[in-house]
């Protein structure tokens, strides 16, 4: 507010503490002068403004402020404490009380301390004195400082902020410097990682516009395109006329050497809201010849149905690379099922089948929600990690046999009895890999990291720039593994000296595996276990099935027994990786028992078709669900009865034999 007046501006003459630049104050001392102002300070406008305020701003907050015309500036401030404006109280708001965020009022008046600050402009300076009649704080300066942090803090947050470091990462960075090189021990020692989350989001938002994209969908797509392509990659956008999707496969060189060479077992998931729009990203993964985890390809679909999905396979599988699956591990997905069938027709086209089977993390929860009697679920689990088929199917009928609850009965006998070759370990015996990679997990840890990253709000443009990053630490990781393969060494204590040596000469993630078992023999013993008294290496644990290396068993007969671990048996061992690394498991495979009828095929694709469906209408209602609008998904629902109902009925009076 400028206020025309020739009046001096200056405050009444008294003797103040005179500031120079060249004070040596600590941080402290600056920060107890300005709370309890006992005397005048004058203080060079520059050293104020840039070195004394921001350690105090914490603790005053404008009261008024008046422009003079010879350019000088007067302030009052009143202490936080005081808290002059009133909160507000939402009144005028039309919001259901049920609807409001529950939120805490501060009270008011419990300090009434004031000072008045000059900034003089003749003299290039600043006055500082306590405000007529003002009491001092009735509260220390450690209360202020939970209240609210200074500037200095926040400064040095903001100057964090700017790098992608996590929340937590920032925090602890923060109070460490402030405590040691800034003396800011005290207020610092109040900084929360939600205000540190708060200030990230508020600096790093507007340095992430590029991510938010064009408004319309096509520019936004062509961006993401063009963006892919100058990133190196191979990208080819689709669209499936029937069904008026659309959808964008990108993949870069690097990942599709991996899928072709190593994607005789794949892995396929999708993730959502990565953008704005909800079109799922769906990625394939491989693991390496170092026992890595590599991307295959991604891509990006406005629907989730089969004859998307496919398309986006076809692609990779036609145009792209040789990729030839023999089995793709896959969640309990019946839209990745059909997309699989419709992209791999197998014998029926002149090629080798490709068998699609279910993580069994996912086959588990599935059984959490399905299956609550506990006795049930648990001889379904052990049903599954049978060896033999006909172990499998008689404890699934035993689960049914001896379940109380006949919708359960039912659900277990439509879901799980004609396809255990899909859940079952038994049907993956054949193959050490197989048993080695049984979920898909390291393919959810990967999106796991993508969403961190993602958001919502972004275009297809920004979730392509965040793939792109993750990418490219993945192909790092797997570079940094391929260079520890072979010279990296284990070392271990407790483990003999002759056997530690013969185990460093494998490539090292094989290290790993061996000495574990090595120093499982410990626990063998401590738990009084006698040696297992074998005379060969035929050992019949999961460990020596899934990676035909010496197991604890082994270890505790040569260390206690028959000494089974000789040269040759070392170097017979050490031959198996001696030109190769884990995709030596894949040559591995014994011939499989289970072939399917043509009847059984025929079986499992209306199955697969009618989930589907129920999939995508879930799907659906979801979405509408989501958008909250009570309406929309009341006569979505309305619609899809007055679809069903008659579909029903005409079944119901079919097999009732009326007409």
């Not at 300070?41 to 070195?51: D, G, R, S, T």
């Not at 002059?84 to 009270?107: A, D, F, Y």
């Not at 999106?447 to 993750?470: C, D, M, Q, R, Y």
């Not at 209408?617 to 669900?625: I, L, S």
């Amino acid at each position: 507010m400028s206020v025309p007046s020739s009046q001096s501006t200056v405050p009444p003459a008294s003797s103040p503490l005179i500031i120079t630049s060249a004070s040596n104050l600590t941080p402290d001392e600056k920060r107890d002068l300005l709370f309890d102002v006992d005397r005048a300070l004058e203080i060079p406008m520059e050293v104020f403004n840039e070195e004394w305020w921001p350690l105090i701003s914490n603790i005053w907050t404008k009261w008024d402020s008046y422009k003079y015309v010879n350019g000088d500036i007067r302030k009052t401030f009143a202490c936080h404490f005081m808290k002059h404006r009133e909160s507000s109280t939402r009144q005028k708001e039309n919001v259901l009380n049920e609807k409001r965020r529950i939120t805490r009022i501060r009270p008011s008046n419990i300090c009434s301390a004031m000072i008045k600050i000059f900034w003089i402009a003749s003299s290039n300076v600043v006055q500082v004195e306590r405000h007529k009649n003002s009491p001092n704080h009735t509260h220390s300066l450690s209360e202020i400082d939970r209240l609210k942090r200074p500037k200095a803090i926040r400064s040095l947050v903001e100057i964090e902020a700017a790098k992608n470091y996590s929340a937590p990462t920032i925090t602890s960075a923060v109070k460490e410097y402030a405590t040691l090189e800034l003396g800011l021990g005290e207020p610092a020692r109040e900084l929360k990682r939600k205000e540190v989350a708060n200030i990230k989001y508020k600096v790093r938002g507007p340095a992430e516009t590029y991510l938010i994209g064009n408004p319309n969908l096509k520019l936004d797509i062509l961006d993401s395109i063009s963006y892919l392509t100058e990133q190196g990659y191979r990208v080819e956008k689709y669209r499936v006329s029937q069904r008026s999707t659309r959808g964008i496969v990108f993949a870069h060189p690097e990942q599709l050497k991996k899928l072709e060479r190593h994607g005789w077992l794949t892995l396929i998931d999708s993730t959502h809201k990565t953008n704005r729009y909800d079109w799922r990203l769906f990625t394939l993964y491989v693991r390496d010849t170092y026992g890595c985890w590599n991307v295959g390809a991604h891509f990006f679909v406005s629907s989730e149905d089969a004859d998307t999905v496919a398309e986006a396979l076809i692609i990779i599988r036609n145009k792209y690379c040789r990729w030839s699956p023999r089995y793709i591990l896959s969640d309990h997905s019946n839209i990745e099922a059909k997309s699989i069938k419709k992209t791999f027709p197998g014998m029926a086209a002149g090629e080798q089948e490709c068998q699609v089977l279910l993580c069994v993390v996912h086959v588990m929860r599935t059984w959490m929600q399905k299956i609550h009697e506990k006795k049930t679920r648990d001889i379904m689990i052990a049903a599954m990690h049978k060896r033999t088929k006909i172990g499998c199917e008689s404890l699934v009928q035993d689960a049914i046999n001896s379940c109380p609850v006949p919708s359960i009965q039912s659900y277990i006998k439509r879901n799980y009895t004609k396809n255990t070759e899909k859940w079952g370990l038994w049907a993956r015996q054949h193959s050490p890999l197989l048993l080695q990679v049984t979920s898909t997990n390291s393919l959810e840890s990967f999106h796991s990291e993508l969403k961190k990253t993602t958001s919502s709000s972004h275009g297809l443009i920004g979730a392509a720039h965040k793939v792109v990053n993750v990418d490219c630490k993945k192909r790092s990781e797997a570079e940094s593994a391929s260079f520890d393969f072979r010279i990296k060494k284990i070392s271990a204590y407790g483990v003999d000296g002759d056997i530690l040596e013969e185990i460093q000469k494998f490539p090292f993630p094989f290290q790993q595996l061996i000495i574990r078992e090595a120093c499982a023999v410990i626990n063998r013993l401590e738990k009084g276990k006698s040696t297992p008294g074998l005379t060969s290496l035929d050992c019949f644990c999961l460990f020596r099935h899934r990676y035909l290396l010496p197991c604890k068993h082994i270890f505790h007969e040569h260390m206690y027994g028959n000494k089974l671990l000789t040269t040759d048996v070392w170097q017979m061992f050490r031959e198996i990786f001696e030109e190769s690394g884990f995709e030596v498991y894949e040559s591995r495979e014994s011939f499989i028992e289970y072939v399917q009828t043509e009847q059984q095929k025929n079986a499992e694709n209306r199955r697969i078709a009618v989930g589907e469906l129920t999939e995508r209408m879930r799907d659906r209602y979801w979405r509408v669900e989501e958008m909250g609008d009570v309406e929309k998904t009341q006569s979505f629902i309305s619609m899809l009865e007055a679809s069903m109902n008659p579909i029903i009925l005409q079944f119901d009076n079919n097999s009732s034999g009326k007409t």
